[in-house]
């Protein structure tokens, strides 16, 4: 199976989703829901939280040459549960806190026995809360937005 065939399948469709609403979380609220979930799920560490730099690569005008923006810092981490299910995070930042528990909550979504639960309590309302800053920054950027035009002037 091809790298394309396997991005467009389903469940990593859906897994692409949730790490990406995970990551861009943040730490209080993500805390807040894990915690009030009361998982506390058997784990061993495959890769402890490490911090590190990654090249940000960016395209003039969108489509144009690629070019390097700068760096960024980033925390990973992965962790297996005792049922052998892999779990994986990269969140921006130094939060060592904030990828175990995004990587424990990748691999507890893997699961059937907790994907619903999860998805429901945990993925919905912080996807939620990620559209509603969305929408407000959006709103914050319209209300300064300036609309420039030119007056014609009579002479040719």
Known sequence: MSVEQQQETPE??????????????????????WQALSLEPEYQFIRKPETGLAMLRGRVGGSGQPFNMGEMT?????????????????????????AVTAALADALLQERSTQSLLQRELIEPLQDELEAERQQRAAQANSTRVDFFTLVRGED
Do not use: E, F, I, P
């Open 12 to 33: 990593t469709c859906a897994r692409q989703h949730w790490m990406g609403v995970l990551a861009k979380s943040s730490v209080a609220a993500l805390q807040q829901r």
């Open 74 to 98: 980033l925390t990973r981490c992965a962790v297996r549960l005792a049922s052998g299910t892999l779990g994986v995070s990269y969140v921006s930042g130094r939060n060592s806190q904030h």
